[in-house]
């Protein structure tokens, strides 16, 4: 947000045409911490890192080997579970530079499936189709994948017989759930559109729309084409930071992303010189009265926030009524 503050850009007048890449960008996060439940074989699988076992689930039908384990057989649909073990060594069958590194799709030993995972300490350049990789075990399991720290390139080839049955290591607990974080870090451009008006309420507590060649009517937000009429928006109107309530609501409820404590009103407001309802909140007014003294048709004015101004409606406190 204070990117956007701190670099306004002025845009007005010129053509109208979207130019994203000059724009401002502020940043944006979602954020989605969750638990995954492992499911049956996968939790034994997880468990089973600690003792340096891969455990995999052999179907009974078609015979493959699936390394996790699965519930299910990914080639017939059969019901699987942990009861086979595969090699911590294997051959890799591809392979590609990430910023984390080398990742490569390993086939392990006696596993009819390739696992994704780390090469540790190797360049491209080292590896081809066929590279035989060892399992490079972390020091201090957690019951994730990286318990496995990654593979090494070694032509050390695990003595015995791969696939075997898997016998459970007594103790054992399964790893019934993972919690993970996920983020999503991105930078968001408000466009010509939203930038300019933004802009104008930054400078001059200006508000500004674009009027339809066709339907001459003014839109705020500004938007590239007419929701009405589909064709593209050519002019620059400034509209009052006056206007009327068509609709208004009082909030009682709390939820997930609210701005202001309930109890608010909620307010439908075609501001003057415009055609389009902005959602803003209505204040100067004893919530408990709204009901009976609000009407559709009222007339309302922007009280401005005393603060330094952010370039976003929210610099508007809210909007009071006019009462004749
Ligand atoms: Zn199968
Ligand atoms: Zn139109």
């Given at each position: 947000?204070?990117?956007?503050?701190?670099?306004?850009?002025?845009?007005?007048?010129?053509?109208?045409?979207?130019?994203?890449?000059?724009?401002?960008?502020?940043?944006?996060?979602?954020?989605?911490?969750?638990t995954?439940?492992?499911?049956?074989?996968?939790?034994?699988?997880?468990?089973?890192?600690?003792?340096?076992?891969?455990v995999?689930?052999?179907?009974e039908?078609?015979?493959?080997?699936?390394?996790?384990a699965?519930?299910?057989?990914a080639?017939c649909?059969?019901?699987t579970?942990?009861?086979f073990?595969?090699?911590?060594?294997?051959?890799?069958?591809?392979?590609?530079a990430?910023p984390?590194?080398?990742?490569?799709?390993?086939?392990?030993?006696?596993?009819?499936?390739?696992?994704?995972h780390?090469v540790?300490?190797?360049?491209?350049a080292?590896?081809?189709?066929?590279?035989?990789?060892?399992?490079?075990?972390?020091?201090?399991p957690?019951g994730s994948?990286?318990?496995?720290?990654?593979?090494?390139?070694s032509?050390?080839a695990?003595?015995?017989?791969?696939?075997?049955?898997?016998?459970?290591?007594?103790?054992v607990?399964?790893?019934?759930?993972?919690?993970?974080?996920?983020?999503l870090?991105?930078?968001?451009?408000f466009?010509p559109?939203?930038?300019?008006l933004?802009?104008?309420?930054?400078?001059s507590r200006?508000?500004?729309?674009v009027?339809c060649?066709?339907?001459?009517?003014?839109?705020?937000?500004?938007?590239?084409?007419?929701?009405?009429?589909?064709?593209?928006?050519e002019?620059?109107?400034?509209?009052?930071d006056?206007?009327?309530?068509?609709?208004?609501?009082?909030?009682?409820?709390?939820?997930?992303?609210?701005?202001?404590?309930?109890p608010?009103?909620?307010?439908?407001?075609?501001?003057?010189?415009?055609?389009?309802?902005l959602?803003?909140?209505?204040?100067?007014?004893?919530?408990e009265?709204?009901?009976?003294?609000?009407?559709?048709?009222?007339k309302?004015?922007?009280?401005?926030?005393?603060?330094?101004p952010t370039?976003?409606?929210?610099?508007?406190?809210?909007?009071?009524?006019?009462?004749?």
């Amino acid at each position: 947000m204070e990117a956007k503050a701190a670099t306004p850009v002025m845009m007005r007048g010129e053509g109208l045409g979207s130019a994203p890449g000059e724009n401002p960008t502020f940043a944006g996060r979602i954020e989605l911490p969750y638990t995954l439940t492992t499911g049956r074989a996968a939790s034994v699988f997880l468990a089973e890192l600690a003792n340096h076992k891969l455990v995999g689930s052999r179907c009974e039908k078609c015979g493959d080997v699936a390394v996790p384990a699965q519930d299910f057989c990914a080639a017939c649909g059969e019901t699987t579970a942990a009861d086979f073990e595969v090699a911590p060594t294997g051959a890799l069958t591809g392979f590609t530079a990430t910023p984390a590194g080398v990742l490569a799709m390993i086939r392990l030993d006696g596993a009819d499936c390739d696992l994704v995972h780390k090469v540790l300490d190797a360049e491209l350049a080292d590896l081809e189709v066929g590279t035989r990789v060892a399992a490079r075990w972390a020091a201090s399991p957690a019951g994730s994948m990286l318990d496995v720290e990654g593979f090494e390139v070694s032509d050390a080839a695990a003595a015995g017989e791969w696939p075997q049955p898997f016998e459970a290591t007594a103790d054992v607990e399964p790893v019934l759930e993972q919690s993970y974080d996920l983020r999503l870090d991105y930078d968001h451009a408000f466009g010509p559109y939203y930038g300019t008006l933004f802009d104008g309420i930054a400078t001059s507590r200006r508000i500004q729309g674009v009027r339809c060649p066709r339907c001459t009517c003014v839109l705020v937000p500004p938007r590239e084409y007419c929701d009405a009429c589909f064709v593209r928006t050519e002019e620059w109107v400034d509209v009052a930071d006056t206007g009327t309530i068509k609709a208004f609501s009082v909030i009682h409820m709390e939820f997930v992303g609210q701005v202001r404590e309930p109890p608010y009103v909620y307010a439908e407001i075609v501001l003057d010189g415009s055609a389009t309802r902005l959602i803003h909140s209505i204040g100067g007014i004893d919530v408990e009265e709204a009901k009976e003294r609000l009407h559709t048709g009222m007339k309302v004015r922007a009280v401005w926030k005393d603060a330094e101004p952010t370039g976003s409606l929210e610099d508007i406190d809210y909007f009071e009524p006019v009462f004749d």
